[in-house]
């Protein structure tokens, strides 16, 4: 399912709606605890979870590098937000009777080159998160990135 991409006065907001059949407490531990985090978004570490704590974004280089990303929002299984880039994404979890729906949202200031890159990036991890709950593992499937890629790049085009 594609994100939805909206204009509003300072920026844009992309969307992603995904209905998960698993408890908010399972889709919170793998959003949040790092032996997990690592195998749907690999550069992300947690080191304080707590609305002002720290999440390292790892270079994965080879330098060993890292860039400490702010936690602005975080309410434990209820949501989590932390900046990205100029912006910031957002994680919120809901109950459902038959599991929980996750969204994601991402704040994005202003469009570029690189827009369509993240929104595929996104797409892809959470694909990625999908699988790693049904009890499975898989590499960034890059051919699936360049698929939703093509298409990002044509929901920007239209913004």
């Given at each position: 399912?594609?994100?939805?991409?909206?204009?509003?006065?300072?920026?844009?907001?992309?969307?992603?709606?995904?209905?998960?059949?698993?408890?908010?407490?399972?889709?919170?531990?793998?959003?949040?605890?790092?032996?997990?985090?690592?195998?749907?978004?690999?550069?992300?570490?947690?080191?304080?979870?707590r609305?002002?704590?720290?999440?390292k974004?790892?270079?994965?280089?080879?330098?060993?590098?890292?860039?400490?990303?702010?936690?602005?929002?975080?309410?434990?299984?209820?949501?989590?937000?932390?900046?990205?880039?100029?912006?910031?994404?957002r994680?919120?979890?809901?109950?459902?009777?038959?599991?929980?729906?996750?969204?994601?949202?991402?704040?994005?200031?202003?469009?570029?080159?690189?827009?369509?890159?993240?929104?595929?990036?996104?797409?892809?991890?959470?694909?990625?998160?999908?699988?790693?709950?049904d009890?499975?593992?898989?590499?960034?499937?890059?051919?699936?990135?360049?698929?939703?890629?093509?298409?990002?790049?044509?929901?920007?085009?239209?913004l």
């Amino acid at each position: 399912m594609l994100a939805v991409v909206e204009k509003f006065e300072d920026g844009y907001v992309a969307t992603y709606n995904r209905p998960l059949h698993y408890s908010v407490e399972k889709v919170w531990a793998t959003l949040t605890e790092n032996g997990k985090l690592e195998k749907w978004m690999s550069n992300l570490q947690v080191v304080d979870l707590r609305k002002g704590g720290i999440i390292k974004f790892n270079m994965n280089d080879g330098t060993g590098k890292s860039i400490d990303i702010s936690i602005i929002d975080f309410k434990e299984l209820e949501y989590l937000q932390y900046e990205w880039g100029e912006g910031w994404v957002r994680f919120e979890l809901f109950p459902k009777d038959d599991g929980c729906l996750l969204v994601l949202k991402e704040y994005i200031p202003t469009l570029s080159d690189h827009t369509s890159k993240d929104l595929a990036g996104w797409h892809v991890c959470l694909d990625m998160f999908s699988t790693l709950l049904d009890g499975q593992y898989m590499d960034f499937p890059k051919g699936e990135w360049e698929k939703w890629h093509e298409k990002y790049v044509r929901i920007v085009k239209q913004l």
